[in-house]
Structures are given as structure tokens and as C-alpha cells.
């Protein structure tokens, strides 16, 4: 698979995870945008970065790799807005384990598509 395409489909994973459940708890799911609706406080514009990342990669990648801003800046700025609710957790002294319970498939799916655009990067 060349990167063009990689770059695409993990672009649209990032913003398809925003959307569904982040946390599960009860039966019940919170999505990443539910998140940022109902915050009022900076954590939003970090859960934002996650998102507008995965838009720009998709953009940037269709665009035949020009990228605005670089592609490695966009994908340290997906891995910064996913991983923001662990470090924030553990930062609050919050037990990791739990934590690990509660994230929901959204918050899975941003992530392996965050870790994977950071370490898999083909030359074509």
C-alpha cells in the first residue's frame, strides 16, 4: 500500500474515532465531540487536535502530499489530542487500569491510527 493511500484511510480513521464512543461506561457512550460539546474549558481545543489533524492528512494527502502544515507536525498533533485523556488522567493521579476500562472503540480506533501514521511511514 503506498503512503498516499495509508495516509488517506488512517486520516479518515482519526475522524471517524472522533465520533464514536471515547468512553463507554454503563452501556452508555460518550463520543470525542460530545466531549468537546460539552466543554467549556481548554481541554477542548486539545481534543480538537486530533480531528482537524486527521482532516489536513486526508486533504494533504489528495493533494498529492502537500501537506500544510508538514505531515510529521500533523501527525505529532493527532498523537498530542489522542493521548491527551490518558496523560491528563495520569497527571490527576486517576488509576490507569480504570481508565484503560472506560476508553470506548473511538478512542482505540484514534489511537492505532495516530500510533500507526507516527511509526509506519513508507517512502512511496
Known amino acids: 500500500m503506498n503512503k498516499k493511500m495509508l495516509t488517506i484511510i488512517l486520516g479518515a480513521l482519526l475522524i471517524l474515532g472522533f465520533f464514536l464512543p471515547y468512553i463507554s461506561f454503563f452501556g452508555q457512550g460518550v463520543s470525542g465531540f460530545d466531549l468537546v460539546k460539552q466543554g467549556g474549558k481548554a481541554d477542548v481545543y486539545v481534543l480538537l487536535l486530533s480531528p482537524i489533524a486527521g482532516i489536513l492528512l486526508l ?66
Open 59 to 124: 486533504v494533504g494527502a489528495l493533494n498529492n502530499g502537500k501537506y500544510v502544515p508538514s505531515r510529521g507536525i500533523l501527525v505529532l498533533l493527532a498523537l498530542i489530542g489522542v493521548l491527551y485523556l490518558i496523560i491528563r488522567s495520569l497527571i490527576e493521579g486517576g488509576p490507569l487500569g480504570a481508565m484503560f476500562k472506560l476508553l470506548g472503540i473511538g478512542y482505540y480506533l484514534s489511537l492505532a491510527a495516530a500510533v500507526v501514521l507516527a511509526i509506519y511511514n513508507p517512502k512511496e
